[in-house]
């Protein structure tokens, strides 16, 4: 491992966490040099949804490369592309009544979230953005102005432009609905928050730990939206893509956003963002937003290959299933233990453990590596410990990693009392 501490920035994180030099990866397991197994409970922050090389995907890709298909094709017509956006529309969009339109933006999510600001901004000819507490939107500049945690902004940054935070649903406890708290700035001439173009919103808050909106909250915020002729984009980076049960993440609330940034596993796991938009706002002149890597055209071979999952409600319900015991396995956990002042949090397949005490959760996912598996924290304080397997994740691996958890939970306690006990003699 030498050579990534002489070479690699000091940047590099996730290498930190999870310290194995790995080789391979099938499904929902990876395999390190020394051909160790570990069970994947990160599925690439969300990038895996459909798990490491989904053999469907990898023949597509085989055999796109063997008959030398485009690979990089800017934002030209390619047979590649032509099958995505065909695919896309009979599969996703048409089912659900959404007309949207496409726009391939740069390859990261953070790309499509720039890009969705600033049409925005351009349609509305307003600069504000509202976001919300907890919100992960990003880290180039303009997400970053939009992404709550102070861990990734600095004030030197000039991170502070055009945009205003106000809390999302359950800030204050259940008591305070932050949406007639929204109301009363947005009506109030006086409140210092100028009528923004947009109001940023993730239905799931992913990297904010895992603080699930209700449909109720959903539902008012977009009621909000369209009374004050504020426009509102879903990022659905993380949470679409079947995270939360169906293939958008609003569904459940029964609303439709006027934009939706979608990235991560609409790749499969290769660098594809696309922003969609009510036709009306397509306003943009031809090759006004740019950019040089918009069209991976394997990442569309692999999309589209991946999309047949939802030909039929049979994955939904599979993803149904898992939910269930994924939520029970945990509850179970939750009760075992339950001197650990602990909350669990999710719905579908993300499901979030917040610790009262914040290092717990980063003893437990070091604690469950060490058992092989890979978890990830989540939350301003890494305070949470995150479940993010693939959907595709088989029953038995789910028990595996359950089991794993709590054996891990059991060895931070156990130290905790250790260490309690060898302070006290
Ligand atoms: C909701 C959300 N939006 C945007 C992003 C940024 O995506 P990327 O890291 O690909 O730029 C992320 C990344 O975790 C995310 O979870």
Redesign the pocket.
Known sequence: MRIFEEMESEVRGYIRSFPALFDTAKGSEMFDEQGNRYIDFFAG??TLNYGHNNPAVSEAMIEYIRHDGIIHGLDKATIAKKQFLQKFRETILAPRNLEYKVQFTGP??????ETALKLARMVKKRSNIIAFTNS?????MG?LAVTGNSFYRDESYGVRVNSAFVPFDGYFGDEINTIDYLRRLLEDQSSGIDLPAAIIV?TVQ??GGIHVASDAWLKSLADICREFDILLII?????GNGRTGTFFSFERAGITPDMV?L??SIGGGLPM?ILLMRPELDQWKPGEHTGTFRGNNLAFVASAKLLEYWDTPDFANGVAAKSQRFEAGLSAIVNKYADTEMQLRGVGMVWGIEFNDPSFAGELSEEAFKRNLIIETAGANGQVIKCLAALTISEALIDEGLEIIDAAMQAVIEKRQQLRMGSLS
Not at 108 to 113: D, M
Not at 136 to 140: A, E, V
């Open positions: 922050a969300g990261t999510g953070t790309n499509a979230v992960y939107h990003g880290l180039s997400s993730e992913g990297e990022d659905d980076i993380q949470m940034t990235s991560k963002s």
